[in-house]
Nanobody
């Protein structure tokens, strides 16, 4: 069983930065893809950024170069560096993982394991 725990959420003003982390416990190997998703009140959960088995990164259009996803396989940790945050980035952010993966998808159905989420609030 894979267990994911996110940390690093909080409240910032527009233009500020936050760094989210996701610690993965349980069996995970290099066949895993991982990603960050978010869900704002009243909206569906949407993909933010993913990282493929080979380390290729993918971003939603709304990221526009502001976010960077990275992973540390030696520490089983996934990060999301978020810069120039906007009020519309306010949401609960979730870490996700799936094994036996070659290329990650931005769809929630493509991931098997989820964290509990961490709140990010951006004020104007």
């Amino acid at each position: 069983q894979v267990h994911l725990v996110e940390t690093g959420g909080g409240s910032v003003q527009a233009g500020g930065s936050l760094r989210l982390s996701c610690v993965v416990s349980g069996y995970i190997d290099s066949t895993y893809c991982m990603g960050w998703f978010r869900q704002a009140p009243g909206k569906e959960r949407e993909g933010v950024a993913t990282i493929d088995r080979d380390g290729t990164t993918n971003y939603a259009d709304f990221v526009q170069g502001r976010f960077t996803i990275s992973r540390d396989l030696t520490k089983n940790t996934l990060h999301l560096q978020m810069n120039n945050l906007k009020p519309e980035d306010t949401a609960v952010y979730y870490c996700a993982a799936v094994g036996g993966c070659l290329v990650a998808t931005m769809y929630t159905s493509g991931f098997a394991y989820w964290g509990q989420g961490t709140q990010v609030t951006v004020s104007s």
